[in-house]
C-alpha cells in the first residue's frame, strides 16, 4: 500500500486537472493523475534547469509580494511607485511599508488596500491590492462553487456535487 499525503493546491488548479480528465476521459483518479504530473515534472528538471524559485519579497499581511512586484499610487502630480527588492518595499530609495509608500505619495494617511495597485513580476495588468487580497481569501469558495454547479465524470465514476457526499 502507497503512503497517501495531502498537498494543498490553488483551486483553480484543481478544477483545471479535473477538467483536462474529463476531457480527455483519464483512466487515472485525479490523484492519481497529479503524481504522475509530478513524477514526470520531476524527472524532467533532474539534472536540468529546476524553474527558479523566488526566495526573496515582502510579506503583506495575507498577501505575498515576490521580489520585483511593483506598487504603483495616485497622487495630484501623477503615479508615484515603488518595488519589491530583495526583502523590502523600496520607494524613492527608503524603505517603507504600504502604508508609509501612501503616505509619503498622497501626504495623508490612508488605505494602503484600497490605494495600491500591484503589478507582479511576468504579469501585464495592474491589480488593486483589495481585489487580489480578495481573490485570494476566496479559493475555497471558488472550489465549491465549480463543483457544485454540475456534476462532472472522471474514470467513468460521476462526481457528485459536495453537498450530495456529505
Not at 82 to 95: F, N, P, R, Y
Request: with cysteine; aromatic share 8%.
Amino acid at each position: 500500500m502507497k503512503d497517501i499525503a495531502t498537498l494543498a493546491i490553488p483551486a483553480t488548479t484543481f478544477c483545471r486537472l479535473l477538467q483536462y480528465a474529463d476531457a480527455h476521459q483519464a483512466e487515472l483518479s485525479a490523484g492519481e493523475l497529479a503524481a504522475l504530473v509530478i513524477e514526470e515534472w520531476l524527472a524532467r528538471t533532474d539534472g536540468g534547469n529546476v524553474p527558479c524559485i523566488r526566495l526573496h519579497g515582502y510579506q503583506w499581511k495575507t498577501v505575498f509580494l515576490p521580489e520585483g512586484t511593483q506598487l504603483r499610487a495616485w497622487n495630484r502630480s501623477g503615479f508615484a511607485y515603488a518595488e519589491v527588492i530583495g526583502d523590502g518595499i523600496v520607494h524613492l530609495g527608503d524603505a517603507v511599508s504600504p502604508h508609509e509608500f501612501i503616505c509619503r505619495c498622497k501626504g495623508i494617511s490612508r488605505s494602503a488596500w484600497a490605494e495600491v495597485s500591484l503589478l507582479f513580476p511576468g504579469e501585464n495588468h495592474w491589480k488593486r491590492a483589495d481585489v487580489h487580497r480578495r481573490e485570494l481569501a476566496r479559493p475555497a469558495a471558488s472550489l465549491d462553487y465549480l463543483l457544485n454547479t454540475k456534476p462532472k465524470l472522471l474514470k467513468g465514476r460521476l462526481l457528485q456535487p459536495i453537498d450530495e457526499l456529505v
